[in-house]
């Protein structure tokens, strides 16, 4: 396999996945993003905690889609994450009316 072929793989890979997360985004409540990955999800915990000096977040989702073109199975029950980096929360807007 050549350069161009694992460029061309990956670029499919990506494209499915964004065309995945285009269907399934309208199923979740909230987007969350971390320094290592993005994630959809119902419900979210958010703690902030300290030890020894260190501020970190910790960070439980519930019925989550995780954007990761390598995983084989992206929908999983629960994730649980630790950083030390900022996390980003956000509400999807849901329209009022859904068009066909």
């Known amino acids: 396999m050549n350069t161009q072929d ?3 793989y990956e670029s499919d ?3 499915q996945l964004f065309r995945e997360y285009r269907d399934v985004v309208s199923l979740f ?4 993003e971390t ?4 994630y959809l999800a119902n419900q979210v915990d958010l703690q902030v905690r300290s ?4 501020v970190f ?6 019925d989550v889609w ?8 992206r ?7 630790v950083t030390f980096k900022d996390v980003n929360i956000e509400e999807i807007a849901k329209p009022d009316i859904s068009l066909p």
């Open 6 to 8: 694992l460029e061309n």
């Open 13 to 15: 890979l990506e494209l």
């Open 29 to 32: 409540t909230y987007v969350v």
């Open 35 to 38: 320094e290592r990955r993005f």
């Open 51 to 54: 030890a020894g000096g260190e």
């Open 57 to 62: 977040y910790e960070l439980t989702l519930a």
């Open 66 to 73: 995780v954007w990761d073109i390598y995983r084989s199975s």
């Open 75 to 81: 929908f999983v029950r629960s994730v649980r994450v």
